[in-house]
């Protein structure tokens, strides 16, 4: 509902303020010297406050204009209260067959490390770190530097920017903003970060992005607060890069083996009719105009299909989906018409195609080189090693065919020795009762005494 999306947005940035006392002592502990010394100017009226940190404006000795950003007294303990209540709702969950395959308790655990992560400041300066030096000098985004010598634990101290927050639509459209190759733009950079980078920003949402001021015909983002970042395994970015062309050309069986092939159904589903069931449910979404096509909604069609399938959720996909559909509604805000698909494709086409290729193939060789170069000595070793286990091997198999042999002629020679004691046996008992039996013998018919002597035989073949 739109009223409870609007309180929830409030969270992003327009939190009450902790007093400005508790900031100033703050930053003076967790930095171990007085304010004065550390900043030329401090400001106690914060800038932003959001549900973890606050963030206030101040000035270096130098002149450089920065903001100081500050973790919330006590927050730590509000977070595991409301963590703990996730699982227990997690837990209940679990009791329903239905959603035990979305494996919320396994959600809660990957939420809160990456939710406690956000405490540790040191780990969101090291994020941005990465994400500025990946971007750098890029005309798609701009990432704020970080001031290591005034960041701590709980205190992080970042260049200032003075972008135009990007929900502002109305400034956007002042300035003259390309709004539609703004959107485009946004989508181009969830794609490189993914699938270039394998490191993307995964709290997208518009209170962490700015766009620069300077030239509106050629915007560029500005991002902040990289405190929750996300990377996939080599075979999940294939896997998804393969799913999601395959759903822009609309090829189900294809989608349908890759979820059985990657283990997100289970391997006895039989993939024509894993297809037909999303061709029954993708279909008319993505028949509609370019602009009402959501990935939500294809997102939501096929989590509903894979019920009948017990399609399991993917932990370490929720926070790539969370982003994508973070970025997809950021980029319809923006421009209403933007169509995600066509945008995309392209994009991940030219990566399937680096990937698959010869230059794709030396830049994985280039990757390794320096691990292969390090196990290379140790091959001769290796190899010997592997050729003394295979030999050991080999002489542990021939004694056991000797020994097998040894007791199978021991079973051999078992069967004659019972086979003569049966025999000894026999004559022995015929010689005791010979004499009633040849009293006995005289009196039966011939056909009696073939029955008998057949079974005498059959004995002594056993």
């Given at each position: ?11 992003q940035d327009q939190v ?21 010394a550390a900043f030329a ?281 969370k982003t994508l559909l ?137």
């Amino acid at each position: 509902p739109e009223d409870i999306a609007d309180e929830l947005r409030r969270l992003q940035d327009q939190v009450p303020p902790f007093p400005a006392a508790e900031a100033c002592a703050l930053v003076e502990a967790e930095l171990g010297m007085p304010l004065g010394a550390a900043f030329a100017h401090f400001e106690t009226e914060p800038l932003a406050s959001a549900s973890i940190a606050q963030v206030h404006a101040a000035r270096m000795h130098s002149g450089e204009e920065v903001v100081v950003k500050i973790i919330r007294p006590a927050i730590d303990r509000v977070m595991r209260q409301d963590v703990a209540l996730m699982y227990r709702v997690g837990a209940l969950l679990e009791l329903i067959p239905e959603a035990r395959r979305l494996r919320p308790v396994e959600v809660v655990r990957d939420y809160e490390a990456t939710l406690f992560d956000e405490l540790d400041l040191r780990k969101e300066a090291a994020n941005t770190s990465q994400l500025k030096r990946n971007f750098a000098n890029s005309p798609l985004l701009y990432v704020p530097a970080i001031h290591w010598s005034h960041t701590r634990k709980r205190v992080m101290v970042q260049e200032r920017i003075y972008g135009i927050p990007v929900a502002d639509i109305a400034a956007l459209k002042a300035q003259g903003t390309d709004l539609k190759q703004l959107a485009e733009r946004g989508v181009e950079i969830f794609f490189t970060q993914v699938f270039r980078d394998n490191f993307f920003h995964a709290d997208m949402h518009p209170g962490n992005i700015f766009v620069a001021r300077e030239h509106p015909h050629d915007p560029q983002y500005i991002a902040i607060d990289c405190g929750i970042v996300g990377s996939l395994t080599q075979e999940d970015k294939d896997y998804l890069a393969r799913n999601l062309l395959a759903f822009f050309h609309q090829d189900y069986y294809q989608v349908a083996a890759l979820h059985i092939e990657s283990g997100w159904v289970g391997e006895e589903t039989r993939a024509n009719e894993f297809a037909a069931a999303i061709r029954t449910v993708c279909e008319p979404i993505l028949e509609r105009p370019l602009k009402e096509i959501s990935f939500g909604q294809v997102l939501l069609g096929l989590f509903q299909t894979a019920r009948r399938f017990n399609m399991e959720v993917q932990p370490q996909l929720v926070l790539l989906q969370k982003t994508l559909l973070n970025i997809e509604g950021l980029g319809r805000q923006l421009y209403p018409d933007l169509d995600l698909w066509s945008t995309a494709k392209p994009y991940l086409e030219r990566w399937m195609k680096e990937r698959a290729g010869a230059s794709g193939l030396w830049e994985s060789l280039k990757r390794q080189a320096p691990e292969l170069s390090r196990q290379l000595p140790e091959l001769p070793g290796v190899a010997h090693q592997a050729l003394s286990r295979i030999e050991h091997e080999h002489r542990q198999r021939r004694r056991q065919a000797l020994a097998l042999s040894g007791i199978q002629r021991q079973l051999h020679e078992s069967r004659r020795s019972a086979r003569r004691l049966r025999l000894g046996l026999l004559v022995a008992g015929l010689a005791l009762a010979w004499q009633p039996l040849s009293t006995w013998a005289g009196d039966q018919p011939w056909q009696v005494l073939v029955a008998v002597l057949l079974g005498l035989l059959l004995l002594v073949w056993q």
